[in-house]
């Protein structure tokens, strides 16, 4: 065993050796899969060795260091990773601006409690690590924050007095009521500051002392934008001026972003046109939440925000991104689009694209459901009416009868064909679809009216024909060869006999069928991912399972109601043996086979075609969704999109953490651990 352990080493450094960088990274990423999951202590030593510095012999953080540690490397927030230096001074432990590996430990341990965020601010105001906090502690961390310019706090004043309650005559705080005590902290800073920028008493202030109050208290929750544009909430209300109203109004909405975002998401997905106004906010609000959580005064200040100073509009997501993104920017303004050479050729090249995947992605759905197409097409062909031609009881006796006397081979007659018209078939149909659709979708909201997705559809389905009809008259005939026995034709023999014209017969029928089988199948589709999978909702992208289904399960009303129509294209483009009737066209091949066979027969096959069309036009959406994402088309415009706490993917829960930690602390200063 040693010896093969010996060999397997031997084995590895040659390999290791003759690989590329990318093959090492490689071979690391699967042994650390063999490995499993890795434990917290390994990762936790991975994270500390990969940043720590040397000191007298022995490993340590030091401040910037610690801060590449545990800061994420994405955030969503306008907080800057050297803020977190703050919280160096709670994993310092011995205060020798050191964190050892022990103490990084203790860090990370603390961050794992589920009150991990108020526990190390109340650890970053114990410096005596008591673990009480009396006034003196409070005070002094307090106004150790606080710039020379910053707005004055009072630390005489009541609220400090109710929650510092006395014992033995020194006022403490235990770790319990301190964290009611933050949670209140930024409500008495902001009317203190109010107060104090109050000279007149008359319980108004100016445009710039609340912009003061909000950049000191609040800035590092606020987009850019919004905050240039402060000053205007004196638009709201006559007089120039700002009332303490406003300003508390302004600042529940912050406190409460989070059920802001919810709410708006929630009411702009339900939309018909996906944008909402300040009613639909609040009535959906009051829907969705046990109590009314937004004032009026509240919901006009999002919405003139939001809406640029005219909160009448109805207005959609992307609109509210400057208020729910601190990290927004506005949109560069491009130029209005040119019909040019430029346009038209960017034009074609993004449809050609589509026009390659749509080729390939149908391709593949007509290969996993041929066997199911040629059993529907005999199920049709078969005449009831003429004695000694009904071959086939059901399609289960087709399956038997076929590989009985075809073998497995015959299932797959045709196919050749079919490969190769299928490609421009679904292609044509799939880019004309995305087409239409790009073009009348809401850039905005993202939304496409009913009347648009049914004409996208529909024309997808008629550009089609120039290639289904051609393609499946040929299919067909080399489909039932096997019911008449004698010499096999093959499809360039049978292409010769029909001519140019004759690969046209039944077109009409053709058109019936594939128009309204497009238009039903393509919203429906839509509408599934939307509505029952809730894809885009969070910006939700959905998995393998949902596409196939979404797909399969469109396809099902789109292939049974419009077989009639196959049936009279399929009895068109077959040969009339002996005895049978001829048709003269598609109205006459309708009005036959209703009074010589009855209502049923036009449903012939409807059975086998959902089983055929349903997984067929799964796996073809599907595939077609699958290269989209595999290979996106490089100079593509992007949707536009709000990426905020809710739709990115989750951080490591430590991290969320210590991010919350220093929320709590910004709370006190926005400028807090600029400061520290």
Known sequence: MSQSAGNGKAEDKVVLSASSTLGEAALSSVRRTVAGPESEIRKWRRLFDANAI??????????????????PTASFTKIRADQYAILFSVADQSSRKLVSWDDFTVFQTLLKRPDADYLIAFKFFDVDGSGTIDFSEFKNVFASTLSPDALPFNFDCDWVKLHLGKRDGTHVLGYNEFTQLMKG???????????????????????????????ELEGHKLSDSVLERLPTLCALSPGNKISY??????HNVIKGMDMVERVIREATSTSKDGRISQD????????ATRYGLFSPME????????????GRQRLSLLDFGQLLDPRWQPPVEAPKPTTTAKSILETIAESSYNFALGGVAGAFGATMVYPIDLVKTRMQNQRSTVVGQLLYKNSIDCVKKVFRNEGLLGFYRGIGPQLVGVAPEKAIKLTVNDFIRTRTTDPETGRIKLGWEIVAGGTAGGCQVIFTNPLEIVKIRLQVQGE????????????KELGLLGLYRGASACLLRDIPFSAIYFTAYSHLKKDVFHEGYNDKKLHFGETLSAAAIAGMPAAYLTTPADVVKTRLQVEARKGESNYKGLFDAFRKILREEGPRALFKGGPARVIRSSPQFGFTLLAYEQLHQLFPYPWGEKPKKIDTMFTRVPDDLSMIRARNALKILLDVHGDIGRKA
Do not use: C, M, P, W
């Open 54 to 71: 040397e000191v007298n012999g022995e490993r340590y953080l030091d401040r910037d260091s610690f801060v590449k540690t545990i800061a």
């Open 185 to 215: 902290l930024q409500d008495e800073r902001l009317r203190q500051a109010f107060k104090y920028l109050d000279s007149n008493q008359d319980g108004f202030i100016t445009a710039d002392q609340f912009k003061r109050i909000i950049l």
């Open 245 to 250: 109203s406003e300003v508390v109004a302004f």
């Open 280 to 287: 639909d906010f609040l009535n959906y609000s009051a829907r």
């Open 299 to 310: 919901a006009s200040i999002i919405f003139h925000f939001a809406g640029r100073g005219d």
């Open 484 to 495: 008449l026995g004698g010499v096999k034709r093959g499809a360039g023999h049978i292409i």
